[in-house]
């Protein structure tokens, strides 16, 4: 996400749970609309630095263009923080029109009865609803029906350090290589002496912890729920994927990164101490202006089957009245189209969410300045992301208490595997 917010932060969250039953029926104050006629729509958009500069670069340009909308933006929190803020509202029915919510928090959060139905707006949309990327798509519908609009896309891939891969003799990585390639590399370009690491992997349990595991859940044929949502659907491939994890720890070839919001894993690879990142593009900024020389490779794979997960954010509306629900939708249609969608991907580190804006020149030549960033962007053809169901929090919580287990060696695959589908099934069969 660049320097405008961690993708740690963006992560480390999922606490929508706990605040679910805060939820409201009730209406915002006021329709909005001023004694001038103009209609004034509250954004929280939860940006910091980078992101907030282009963001308000946006909206200045689409109040000139729209002079009878104007965009206030005083309220909110930054991103990490705004999804409590956003239940208290809703709670107390001072909810803002447009918010910026985490994508796996979309799902709950939609479950008021004050999140606008975007289902119709975005097929009316200039640039046809299929043509932006499936996981954009997929991650703002629930239950059939579109509950927000994409806000940022993105993709996990790994970045190599080039220098420690010629130091070690190593070859660097192709597309389509092995999982079984990954876990040898990761070996040989351990060097305790130097203190330098294979690659890295975030121990603290949260979300970070736990989406990199699920593109390998999925290339070996497994779901994170089940087609009828009662169930967990990786009991018969958990284990194998978590031994991924184990391998890495017996190797001593991983760098454990322990603490929420860290970013003690980035600061190790930018710091040429660590061979592989499995990352996103939002990375790419901070590792260039460390002077790594770098190579960027998709995700390996157990079958040759490209795989991997993208985890896109979404710009959610309220109701807060017919005229102010209007200018919202203008607000957001006119700000994800390709052009602006350019501006913002550019400015404030995020991949384009529709093939419309990816063929712009802009977004061209900023992809040929940025090595690698291409890699993340042919991703999205096959990226997937994780399931809009209100209990995927819990699920999420589960594995990452098994993926911890493994990172320090504290059971085996299977038995934290067996641990985790038993919490994991009990979370997915309570009413909601």
């Known amino acids: 996400m660049g320097a405008h917010l961690s993708r740690r932060d963006v992560l480390r969250g999922l606490g929508v749970t706990a605040l679910a039953g805060a939820i409201s029926g009730c ?3 006021g329709d909005g609309v001023g004694p001038d006629g103009r209609v004034t729509i509250e954004l929280w958009h939860g940006q ?22 104007v965009v206030d933006t005083s309220g909110g929190a930054l ?3 705004l999804l409590e803020k956003v239940m208290t509202a809703l709670a107390s029915g001072s909810h803002p029109d447009i918010a910026y919510i985490f994508g796996a928090d979309l799902p709950s959060v939609a479950r008021s009865p004050q999140v606008v139905d975007m289902t119709d707006e975005v097929h009316s949309w200039a640039v046809p609803w299929t043509d932006y990327w499936q996981p954009a798509r997929d991650a703002v519908t629930v239950n059939g029906r579109v509950r927000a609009v994409p ?23 192709e597309p389509g290589w092995a999982w079984s390639k990954f876990l040898a590399t990761a070996k040989k370009l351990t060097d305790p002496a130097a203190g330098v690491f294979g690659t890295g992997w975030p121990g603290a349990g949260d979300e970070d912890t736990v989406w990199r595991l699920w593109p ?25 994927a978590l031994g991924v994890v184990r391998q890495l720890a017996s190797d001593r070839s991983v760098y454990i990164d322990p ?22 593009p939002w990375q790419l900024p901070d590792i260039q202006q460390s002077g790594v020389d770098y190579h960027v490779v998709p995700m390996p794979t157990f079958d040759g089957r490209p795989a991997t997960i993208s985890g896109p954010d979404a ?5 807060n009245g017919p005229a102010r629900v209007r200018a919202a939708r203008t607000f957001v249609r006119w700000l994800t189209q390709p052009a602006q969608d350019v501006r913002w991907d550019v400015g404030a580190g995020s991949l384009p969410l529709s093939k419309d804006a990816e ?39 589960a594995v990452g208490t098994a993926i911890v287990s493994m990172l320090l060696g504290r059971s085996t695959p299977a038995q934290a595997m067996a641990a985790c589908a038993d919490e994991a099934d009990a979370a997915l069969i309570i009413p909601r």
């Not at 946006?58 to 109040?63: E, K, N, P």
């Not at 603490?259 to 040429?272: P, R």
């Not at 710009?315 to 109701?319: I, M, N």
């Open 27 to 29: 209406a915002g104050t």
């Open 315 to 319: 710009w959610t509306l309220f109701d």
């Open 79 to 81: 991103a990490d923080g």
């Open 151 to 173: 806000a940022v896309v993105d993709t996990l891939a790994v970045v190599c350090n080039k220098s420690l891969f010629d130091q070690a003799g190593l070859e660097l990585p």
């Open 216 to 240: 390998l859940v999925w290339n070996l044929g497994g779901e994170i729920i089940d087609s009828d949502g009662t169930g967990i659907g990786f009991r018969q491939v958990g284990a194998r």
């Open 48 to 69: 910091n630095d980078n992101g907030r500069k282009v963001i308000e670069a946006l909206i200045g340009d689409f109040q000139r263009s729209h002079p009878d909308i």
């Open 359 to 397: 063929n712009l020149k802009e977004w061209k030549d900023n992809s040929a300045q940025s090595e690698g960033l291409s890699i993340f962007v042919d991703a999205l053809a096959s990226a997937r992301v994780r399931p809009a169901h209100p209990a995927y929090p819990q699920v999420s919580q």
């Open 259 to 280: 603490k929420t919001g860290s970013e003690q894993m980035y600061q190790v690879f930018d710091a040429g101490r660590m061979g592989m990142l499995l990352t996103g």
